[in-house]
């Protein structure tokens, strides 16, 4: 792989190992892992700072991996043997970040979102502090802001509301769109949603009292 | 150029899963024998940095020919003795065999497979 600029041409080395890859030299594969791989790894890095170094580098060991069992994948009249290798990693790594993304939506977390400096240094004494607390902050902004950078949607409105120390059913039912549903179901819906977020939020590092 | 051997280590456990690549049936013998990467490597007779390399090599295959001269290919390219080689990958799959298939499965197996070494059994060191 070497330092090929991208969409360069396929070198000398690339052909003559495709080419063995083709023949199907046992040893070929071996040459594709040790001169590829890990190039590719620093490739990918960079790029895609939100996945996890380990998937990372499974995603470049695959994709070398698919190219030494179909060599046919790769045709060296079209670019560099690198090239193609980092353009099959990339559509790896961005599928991953899309199932990442999906999986965050599920469970409302916002994992790879770095927090704002300010907001960060102010949570480095919020993590052990409880609801109440954080709440009553004269920088509510940066409790917010906070609240932002972790939470989506209604979700967000709801957190927001428990901060506030927002107790009545009806606020948080007409956050959530449940205002026609009977009162009992609106109580039961309310408190599976607060339960879920107050999860959340402890998963984030917030105590959480019980009656909040 | 590979500086890293401990991430060809890993390039090898994760071509595992493929049968395509040797680490396939090489591994597999190794943890069923109980043993770890440097008595794996004497078994093959090659330096335990070689180890990973010859695990990331395609495993022999075709007829008695092609067998014997893929082996003698990976066996001239790691220092290898041929024999040796051609005998482990042996019995890595007699092992694998007598693990996943009953007595008359493995026997069938077995005579299905041994003409393709063309090569003469050896004694395990």
């Not at chain 1, 009249?77 to 899309?98: F, H, I, Q, T």
């Not at chain 2, 280590?9 to 071509?15: I, M, P, Q």
Request: a negative charge; aromatic letters at 6%; charged letters at 35%.
């Amino acid at each position: 792989m070497r330092d090929d600029p991208p969409r360069s041409r396929a070198t000398a080395a690339d052909r003559e190992l495709h080419a063995r890859l083709h023949a199907g030299d046992p040893t070929a594969p071996f040459d594709l892992f040790r001169d590829y791989a890990e190039p590719l790894l620093s490739w990918l890095r960079p790029r895609f700072r939100g996945l996890d170094s380990r998937d990372l580098e499974e995603i470049a060991l695959d994709s070398v991996s698919r190219l030494a069992m179909e060599p046919a994948r790769y045709d060296p009249e079209r670019g560099s043997l690198a090239n193609y290798l980092r353009m099959d990693a990339d559509g790896d790594a961005r599928n991953a970040v899309e199932r990442a993304k999906r999986r965050a939506g599920r469970e409302i977390s916002l994992e790879g979102v770095e927090l704002s400096p300010s907001a960060r240094n102010s949570l480095v004494k919020e993590e052990v502090d409880p609801v109440d607390r954080i709440a009553s902050r004269e920088d509510k902004r940066v409790a917010r802001e906070w609240v932002e950078e972790h939470f989506a949607g209604s979700d967000r409105k709801v957190v927001w509301l428990m901060f506030e120390r927002e107790r009545r059913t009806s606020v948080f039912a007409s956050v959530l769109g449940l205002e026609d549903l009977p009162e009992p179901e609106q109580r039961h819906e309310v408190k599976r949603v607060k339960d879920r977020l107050k999860a959340r939020l402890k998963r984030l590092g917030v105590r959480v009292p019980d009656d909040a | 150029m590979m500086r890293d051997p401990a991430f060809l280590r890993r390039a090898a456990e994760r071509a595992r899963s493929q049968p395509f690549y040797l680490a396939a049936a090489l591994l597999d013998w190794a943890e069923r024998e109980g043993w770890d990467d440097a008595e794996l490597a004497a078994r093959l007779g090659c330096a335990p940095n070689d180890l990973p390399g010859v695990l990331l090599c395609r495993r022999p295959v075709g007829t008695g020919a092609q067998f014997r001269q893929d082996v003698e290919r990976i066996a001239e390219r790691f220092g290898l003795e041929p024999l040796r080689l051609a005998e482990a990958i042996r019995s890595a799959d007699a092992l694998a065999a007598t693990a996943s298939e009953d007595e008359s499965g493995w026997l069938a197996a077995a005579r299905d497979r041994e003409p393709e070494t063309d090569l003469p059994p050896q004694e395990t060191p």
